[in-house]
């Protein structure tokens, strides 16, 4: 038996340590200090978004990381349902135009602050995902896609050719503008778009660490199972039916929040805005691009494809409008083909690699 000599706390000599012992131990230490490591990258990152608004001055890249931190936040709502699901709901925007009609609506006609308003528009939301869901998510592949397209394209046609839905007014093809007279938190209004971006970045913690229990719940479980082989996930007892219910009702009303959030930073909503099939692709080209299915995914694609939106909108937005949506078919048919689970997976190893050869270096700096 081969190993290194081990010492007791006296200084004596005791019988030699196993290979197999010494490399668990060397193992273990190994994961400790990458544990740490990626703790400290985490808590970097956190300051890092926090100090944010303090270092950038420009009032236009403040807008358009607080759209970055939206989409992501959006997608991540949507990967619940679409990722972990298995399905590909392609009308999701809907959700987030009830979302901001509902509390725009509550907020101008009845002087209801936004913040109620919000949660109202997520239950409501979590009704209509269950008008949609209960008969179709049953359905695979693109039966269920098309099914989502028809009611977010019912819905939208519907609001734009309205003025008023019983008691409500909708003001049709015009959209609803919100005047900006009572500032302040109590109803979510701001001059700077610096509270929009840290309350935004709150949602975006909040549906991040959601998504993270449902991943290691039985939920999750659940899910993966039901979407990679049904059939066997049934036969073994799991109501998967039931489970995509829940996931659609969480992602609906997550989804339907964002809509509060987006009618108090636009200041303004009509149906293109807030149930356009655009929106819904987007979503859903972020997600696939980014790692459908994972955690990192959703603001992974959010970092690399908002920023190419915004900018071609800047630059192209008179002369190709609709040049983003382009752009991101593109990158997807690319990633399809070379990386068909996300340009996550390929990133998340390269992390991996960096923060390995990290901890080896301090290992074997701890050793000398």
């Known amino acids: 038996m081969t190993g290194k000599p081990m010492t007791d706390t006296g200084g004596n000599n005791t019988p030699y340590e196993t290979d197999d012992a010494f490399l668990d131990r060397s193992a273990l230490a190994r994961q400790v200090v990458k544990d740490t490591i990626n703790k400290v990258l985490l808590g970097a990152v956190l300051i890092l978004v926090l100090a ?3 270092v950038i001055s420009s009032p236009t890249w403040l807008h358009i990381i607080v759209l970055i931190f939206f989409y992501a936040y959006l997608t991540t709502s949507w990967n619940i349902v679409g990722g972990f699901a298995g399905v590909l709901p392609l009308g999701h925007a809907v959700f987030l135009g009830i979302g901001a009609y509902t509390s725009t609506v509550l907020s101008l006609q009845y002087g209801i602050s936004p913040w109620f308003g919000m949660f109202v528009g997520g239950i409501l939301a979590v009704a209509a995902g269950m008008v949609i869901g209960l008969p ?11 099914a989502t397209i028809a009611f977010a394209e019912g819905v939208r046609v519907m609001v734009e050719n309205i003025e008023y839905l019983g008691p409500f007014k909708l003001n049709g093809p015009r959209g609803l503008q919100i005047p900006p007279l009572n500032i302040g938190w109590a109803d979510f209004m701001f001059s700077s778009k610096v ?9 975006l913690m909040i549906i991040l660490l959601l998504t993270w229990a449902v991943s290691r719940s039985k939920l999750g479980y659940y899910l993966t199972a039901g979407g990679e082989e049904p059939e066997a996930a049934q036969a073994l007892g799991v109501n998967v039916s ?14 339907a929040l964002a809509g509060t959030f987006y009618a108090q930073f636009s200041l303004f909503i009509h149906p293109k805005s807030t149930i356009s099939l655009d929106i819904s692709f987007e979503i859903a080209f972020i997600a696939l691009i980014g790692g459908r299915g994972s955690i990192a995914g959703p603001v992974l694609g959010a970092l690399l494809l908002r920023p190419v939106s915004d900018l071609s909108r800047i630059y192209f937005g008179d002369i190709l409008p609709g040049m ?17 689970r996300g340009l996550q997976e390929p990133l998340t190893r390269i992390y991996d690699r960096v923060v390995n050869r990290m901890a080896d270096g301090f290992i074997k700096g701890g050793d000398k």
């Open 52 to 54: 944010l608004p303090a």
């Open 136 to 146: 179709t998510l049953k359905m695979r592949g693109a039966y269920f896609a098309l």
């Open 195 to 203: 509270p929009y971006y840290y309350i935004i970045l709150t949602m």
């Open 242 to 255: 039931r489970a995509k219910v829940i996931a659609m009702a969480l992602s609906c009303f997550f989804t």
């Open 324 to 340: 983003h949506l382009v752009i991101y078919g593109v990158v997807l048919i690319l990633v399809m083909i070379y990386q068909p």
